[in-house]
């Protein structure tokens, strides 16, 4: 089945040790994004890449970076983490910019000691 | 700035009740409509969608929504629920002037009870 996976599920990392999620996709997506839910909220969007072109959303802290080498993967590097990071981090892709479904992986909740 | 609002954060069905789950939202140009469900332990997924067209939308499962333009709706609606439809219901509206940016709600938890 084609999807979008995530690793590691749960990540736990120390007050300000930089830590990588990762994301890939079999569905051959042009764009991936990635998302920060917090307890109790909706997800909100961080980023996106559309092929090579970041897009930054304006209010994304500097702390948050992300890297797509290939079509298939995504990372989410968070520099210096903070205890107020800790949250479910959401990767997802469309097959374009405009009016396409997002087909979302199963998230990973980052813990920050 | 965009927002979307969901009117309960907790509903409790018995089964074989009526759902509906209410969203609003704030942006006045051309949107696209989602309803995504998220069942405990699983991703997010995509319940149905609104493009264009007929304004009553059937998803996967028995769902159904509306989309009421003039009151900037997208309600949610099931006639009968089951136990397996507890799970947490996000909408998600993407204006189309900022690409394919998805703003969600901040979700209904709904708990059916068997």
């Known amino acids: 089945d084609a999807m979008v996976i995530q690793n590691p599920r749960y990540q736990v990392t120390q007050f300000g040790k930089p830590v990588t999620l990762s994301c890939s996709q079999t569905?051959?997506?042009?764009?991936m994004y990635w998302y920060q839910q917090k307890s109790s909220q909706a997800p909100k969007l961080l980023f996106h890449?559309?092929?090579?072109?970041?897009?930054n959303e304006a209010d994304t802290p500097d702390n948050f970076q992300s890297r797509r080498p290939n079509t298939s993967f995504c990372f989410l590097d968070i520099r210096s983490p903070g205890l107020g990071d800790a949250a479910m981090y959401l990767c997802a892709t469309s097959r374009d910019v405009v009016g396409n479904e997002q087909f979302f992986g199963p998230g990973t909740r980052l813990t920050v000691l | 700035a965009q927002s979307v609002s969901q009117h309960n954060h907790h509903v409790i069905l018995s089964e074989a009740a009526s759902l509906e789950l209410g969203c609003n939202y704030s942006?006045?140009?051309?949107?696209?409509l989602f309803w995504y469900v998220q069942y405990p332990g699983q991703h997010l997924q995509l319940l149905l969608k609104y493009f264009s067209g007929d304004p009553l939308v059937k998803g996967i499962k028995g769902f159904e929504a509306e989309f009421i333009k003039s009151k900037f709706s997208f309600n949610l609606r099931k006639p009968s629920v089951q136990w397996s439809d507890t799970a947490e219901y996000f909408c998600?509206?993407?204006?189309?002037?900022?690409?394919?940016?998805?703003?969600f709600g901040a979700g209904t938890i709904l708990r059916v009870k068997s």
């Open positions: 890449y559309y092929d090579k072109d970041f897009n």
């Open positions: 942006y006045g140009g051309t949107v696209n």
């Open positions: 998600a509206v993407n204006v189309l002037e900022y690409g394919n940016k998805l703003v």
């Open positions: 569905l051959n997506h042009n764009v």
